[in-house]
């Protein structure tokens, strides 16, 4: 498990590359969650997949420090690239003892427990 203190993480996706992500602060999951809404602003009502992507784009976008050249969060054609990039951000953000906002949404997996 991370300790908190410390704030980066490198983590290498298979056949994407390698990314470090920040553990995020609160005003991180603010800029995460203003990013999602600014990608779906005017639709009131998104359909999951659309909110699932404005999520995961917002949040990246939020925590990304280093990534590999060819990933570009504004030309991904792939759900599941993006989807592994976050699943593997996320999961390690929950190892931090849920002390982020985006750890206490996604819950524990494994109970199905979480806001989110």
């Known amino acids: 498990m991370l ?6 993480f490198t983590e290498t996706i298979d056949e994407v590359g390698t ?4 553990f995020p602060t609160l005003i991180n999951d603010l800029e995460a969650d203003a990013a999602a809404s600014k ?3 005017g639709n009131d009502t998104p359909t999951v997949v659309a909110g699932n992507i404005a999520t995961m784009m917002g ?3 939020a925590v990304i420090v280093e990534k590999p050249d060819s990933f570009d969060l ?4 792939s759900y599941e690239e993006l989807e592994a ?3 593997v951000f996320t ?3 929950s190892s931090f003892r849920n002390q982020s906002a985006v750890a206490k949404q996604l819950g524990d997996k494994k109970t199905g427990t979480g806001k989110g």
């Open 3 to 8: 300790n908190p203190t410390e704030k980066q």
């Open 19 to 22: 990314f470090t992500f920040k």
């Open 39 to 41: 990608l779906l602003a």
């Open 59 to 61: 949040t990246l976008s």
């Open 74 to 77: 504004k030309n991904i054609y």
């Open 85 to 87: 990039v976050y699943n």
């Open 91 to 93: 999961e390690k953000v």
